[in-house]
């Protein structure tokens, strides 16, 4: 797929891995329209990919906001004229036992995670419809191919998006527009420390866990974003991202009931 002189909605542009993709992205000549709630981060983002002779638009959007998100094609539009790539990266984390957390903190999650996905690609669809070559590609992780304990929430979302995102590819195969689903590993961002604590959890326990976390989580976003748009010009329709995914895929598939026997003493749990 060629990128020179498309356009590229990107949530989650802010920072980690969505700003490492719009940094690949405008590599290679592709416009953006950037969204975000972190107005300061995406101001960053943008400054970075200034300079390449492509339009560049920011964007205000929370993506759990449906109103918002039914209105954000329009306003794309307007700017832009038209889109060839929705990139579904926003995405939020929830630490902790299941029976801890709240659902209120659940439902949170998926109202960014998941259902952010699914009426982003529902609102852009038809412009992308209109498009000669457009692409769909939507963020799961290497937690929506296993599912560890602590992460109930989390798993089920990226599971949810991974689903949703092979069923599309299916429905949409032999139109103009293809689907990506995308599966990190351990990508160097912010998500761990930033995850919803449940109440009740000690200090010394979200210290912990954090630590452990922040020693899982070592590929630099860099490279997270450049595997994807590589990716994206090959049409893969799934990307794994880090040595790491691509042995858990493959132990996944070879122990789909037992592999977190394996998986846990690898990671030291």
């Given at each position: 797929?060629?990128?020179?002189g498309?356009?590229?909605?990107?949530?989650?542009?802010?920072?980690?891995?969505?700003?490492?993709?719009?940094?690949?992205?405008?590599?290679?000549?592709?416009?953006?329209?950037?969204?975000?709630?972190?107005?300061?981060?995406?101001?960053?983002?943008?400054?970075?990919?200034?300079?390449?002779?492509?339009n560049?638009?920011?964007?205000?959007?929370?993506?759990?906001?449906?109103?918002?998100?039914?209105?954000?094609?329009?306003?794309v539009?307007?700017?832009?004229?038209?889109?060839d790539?929705?990139?579904?990266?926003?995405?939020?984390?929830?630490?902790?036992?299941?029976?801890?957390?709240?659902?209120?903190?659940?439902?949170?999650?998926?109202?960014?995670?998941?259902?952010?996905?699914?009426?982003?690609?529902?609102?852009?669809?038809?412009?992308?419809?209109?498009?000669?070559?457009?692409?769909?590609?939507?963020?799961?992780?290497?937690?929506?191919?296993?599912?560890p304990?602590?992460?109930?929430?989390?798993?089920?979302?990226?599971?949810?998006?991974?689903?949703?995102?092979?069923?599309?590819?299916?429905?949409?195969e032999?139109?103009?527009?293809?689907?990506?689903?995308?599966?990190?590993?351990?990508?160097?961002?912010?998500?761990?420390?930033?995850?919803?604590?449940?109440?009740?959890?000690?200090?010394?326990?979200?210290?912990?866990?954090?630590?452990?976390?922040?020693?899982?989580?070592?590929?630099?976003?860099?490279?997270?974003?450049?595997?994807?748009?590589?990716?994206?010009?090959?049409?893969?329709?799934?990307?794994?991202?880090?040595s790491?995914?691509?042995?858990?895929?493959?132990?996944?598939?070879?122990?789909?009931?037992?592999?977190?026997?394996?998986?846990?003493?690898r990671?030291?749990?």
């Amino acid at each position: 797929m060629g990128l020179e002189g498309r356009t590229a909605v990107v949530t989650g542009a802010a920072s980690g891995i969505g700003r490492a993709i719009a940094v690949s992205l405008a590599r290679r000549a592709c416009n953006l329209a950037l969204a975000d709630i972190d107005e300061v981060g995406m101001a960053g983002t943008a400054e970075l990919v200034s300079g390449n002779g492509i339009n560049v638009s920011r964007h205000r959007l929370d993506v759990a906001d449906r109103v918002a998100v039914a209105a954000f094609p329009d306003i794309v539009a307007d700017e832009h004229g038209g889109v060839d790539l929705l990139i579904n990266n926003a995405g939020v984390a929830v630490g902790g036992m299941f029976e801890q957390v709240a659902d209120e903190d659940f439902e949170w999650l998926f109202e960014i995670n998941f259902w952010g996905v699914v009426r982003m690609t529902r609102a852009f669809l038809p412009l992308l419809r209109a498009s000669d070559d457009a692409r769909v590609v939507n963020l799961s992780s290497v937690y929506g191919i296993v599912a560890p304990p602590e992460q109930a929430a989390y798993a089920a979302s990226k599971f949810a998006v991974r689903g949703f995102s092979e069923a599309l590819r299916h429905e949409l195969e032999g139109s103009n527009v293809g689907v990506s689903v995308v599966h990190p590993g351990g990508i160097a961002t912010s998500i761990a420390e930033k995850a919803r604590v449940p109440a009740g959890v000690t200090e010394a326990e979200i210290a912990q866990r954090r630590e452990k976390y922040k020693k899982l989580l070592t590929l630099p976003p860099e490279i997270a974003g450049e595997t994807i748009v590589r990716g994206i010009e090959k049409r893969q329709s799934r990307i794994l991202i880090g040595s790491d995914a691509k042995a858990i895929s493959l132990i996944a598939r070879l122990l789909p009931v037992s592999y977190w026997k394996l998986l846990a003493r690898r990671m030291g749990d």
